[in-house]
């Protein structure tokens, strides 16, 4: 009698501590992917203040006007990741915004009546530009090593959190 309850207990034991472990793993997927959404949306920041500083540039704003600025839609790291395509689409939409919107104010910065200025805050937002997407890469790949890892990737697939995707204007398409 007293060997089955030592039995039992130890049973027992073993089941809450994996039962912590999971739940524990599970908060640390989904803290690492809210860092990495939480650099995107400031990339998206950072892009809609350079546009406003490219409407200053330009006089005529039926230039910019055909250049449309993709919404923030943040990512929740906790729900269903079955739409990797939905997240796809919008990083190829955000990176053909920002060329767009690149290859705009170089032209405008050649010509000679721009504004000083604004061409050093666009330089200065270049560069925050650029140390965000580093830090999201980071981001990114911390969480996707994470989630791919043994034992944490049978949680990933049970709990469905799907790998995030890289920053990588090389990987999409050019077209568009």
Not at 41 to 63: H, N
Not at 131 to 137: A, F, N, P, T, V
Request: aromatic share 12%; with cysteine; hydrophobic share 35%.
């Amino acid at each position: 009698m007293k060997r089955t309850l030592w039995i039992y207990c130890l049973i027992i034991i073993l089941v809450g501590t994996g039962f912590l472990l999971v739940i524990d793993t599970k908060n640390k997927i989904i803290r690492k992917g809210e860092l990495a959404d939480k650099t995107f949306e400031q990339i998206c920041i950072s892009y809609k203040k350079r546009f406003s500083l490219a409407k200053q540039i330009f006089p005529d704003t039926l230039k910019l006007e055909k250049v449309t600025v993709p919404a923030i839609q943040p990512v929740s790291s906790g729900s269903n990741t079955n739409n990797e395509n939905s997240i796809y689409d919008y990083f190829k939409a955000n990176m053909h915004f920002q060329r767009k919107l690149d290859s705009m104010i170089m032209l405008a910065s050649n010509s000679e009546g721009s504004n000083e200025i604004i061409e050093v805050k666009l330089k200065n937002n270049a560069k925050e530009i650029y140390r965000l997407k580093i830090s999201y890469h980071k981001y990114t790949k911390d969480y996707n090593t994470f989630i791919k890892q043994f034992p944490r990737n049978y949680y990933a697939n049970i709990l469905n959190f799907a790998p995030k995707v890289y920053y990588d204007e090389n990987n999409l398409n050019q077209g568009d």
